[in-house]
């Protein structure tokens, strides 16, 4: 199964590579801020920054400024910026799923423990919002803080309804919006900002990054059910163990007979092995999955024409293959 990366070598699937000199910079930057730390605690924070993401967020960023004029330093800040933040936020995401593995590495709490991975995370995190200080700008500030604030009510929301069989599609898109959404919209309203547009063209660039954002949630809530941790390099399979009930789980629920629901139900509650296609049927199965694909299509469909704002150029078609993409990962997840 493919895997959403910035660095993939296909440029005629990913088109990444055209930003790649300026992703080189932001990833030299994001490995250069452990240096503002005290030295007792750069080693643990060198391990965190050294592992190489996906860097989605400071690409969106840098592709907006290309589409918007040309691609400035403070364009590549704004990615070095939502990326910290959302480095801080995988931190502790893995403390909460208990997780062992990202990115075919140790998690920081598998390797010194919860107690200063949560720190290690609270670090990164405020020094994130320090660097937005370097803007000078009470309004940059502003937008960075609102979407770090949304980030982790996400988080919080999402903890506080684990196990939670009242929650419905409307909570759970709010919840993916907040923890997912708001970064990558983030990143395109932002440069977008930087860039100086208006406000009703930053409104619709932060638009395509929120959908697009939520689409790919989508997607990793997919991939948590038919992934390969071989490929993928993650610990998969802990959303429903954990109680996470994702869009694929909530379209199952609401086919299932009440039989299959209460079953389902109580296994989670429960924490027990659950073989979804074997309670509820495999074709149910597939069809919840086969139905939340289909709303992640739905998303990156709409989040196309928030794209008509900019002039043609090579950037702005950057932008529309990401969501071509993404598709096809969407569609890798059926069954």
Known sequence: MATFTATSPNNDQ???????????????????????????????????????????????????GGATGAVTEDHRKIGVILELIHMATLVHDDIIDGATARRSMPTSNAKWGNSLAVLLGDAIFSHALTLATDFNSIEICRKVGNAAKEVCQGEILQTQRRFDLTLSKEDYFKVIEMKTGALFAAAT??????????????????????????????YDDCLDLVGSEEIVGKTLGTDLAKGKLTLPILNLLEASSESQREEI???????????LPAIAGASAYDAALEKAVNTGLGLLEDCRSDLDVLGNSEYKEALLQITRFLENLLRNCRN
């Open 14 to 64: 990913f088109p990444f590579e055209l930003v790649r000199p300026d992703l080189e910079k932001v990833e030299i930057a994001i490995r250069a801020q452990v240096r503002d730390f005290d030295s007792a605690v750069e080693p643990y924070i060198a391990y965190i920054c050294n592992t190489s993401g996906k860097r989605i967020r400071p690409a969106l960023a840098i592709l907006v």
């Open 189 to 218: 309203g932002l440069s977008a900002a930087v860039s100086g547009l208006s406000a009703e063209d930053e409104e619709k660039l932060a638009d395509y990054g929120m959908k697009l954002g939520t689409a790919y949630q989508i």
């Open 265 to 275: 139900n109580r296994r989670i509650i429960e924490q027990q092995e659950i073989d």
